[in-house]
């Protein structure tokens, strides 16, 4: 078993700066890949970003040249840092670990609890 824990949510005004992190318990083959996930109400959940564990990376559309993944491997930690943040970027963010299926799948084993985040107009 794998425990993600996420923190550094809150609210922040628009144009403002959040770092999120995902620290877990224990790295195992099956959780080499962490993505950052979020929801927001009555909407499907959406991808955020990725990392292997090669340090390799992936955004969705809507957070390129914004959000930055990155990862400390000593400390079996990845951050978020979320740039130019919009009122749509509110969501529960939840980050999720996993191993990579084939080049372009992905399943996730292991999920954390999430961590709110609001963007004021």
């Known amino acids: 078993q794998v425990l993600l824990t996420e923190s550094g949510g809150g609210l922040v005004q628009a144009g403002g700066s959040l770092r999120l992190s995902c620290a877990a318990s224990?790295?195992?083959?099956?959780?080499?890949?962490t993505g950052w996930f979020r929801q927001a109400p009555g909407k499907e959940r959406e991808f955020v970003a990725r990392?292997?564990?090669?340090?390799?990376?992936a955004y969705g559309d809507s957070v390129k040249g914004r959000f930055t993944i990155s990862r400390d491997n000593p400390k079996n930690t990845v951050f978020l840092q979320m740039n130019s943040l919009q009122p749509e970027d509110t969501a529960v963010y939840y980050c999720?670990?996993?191993?990579?299926?084939?080049?372009?799948?992905?399943?996730?084993?292991?999920w954390g609890q999430g961590t709110q985040v609001t963007v004021s107009s």
């Open positions: 999720a670990a996993g191993a990579m299926i084939t080049a372009t799948r992905y399943q996730y084993n292991y």
């Open positions: 224990r790295r195992t083959a099956n959780s080499l890949v």
């Open positions: 990392i292997n564990w090669s340090g390799d990376t």
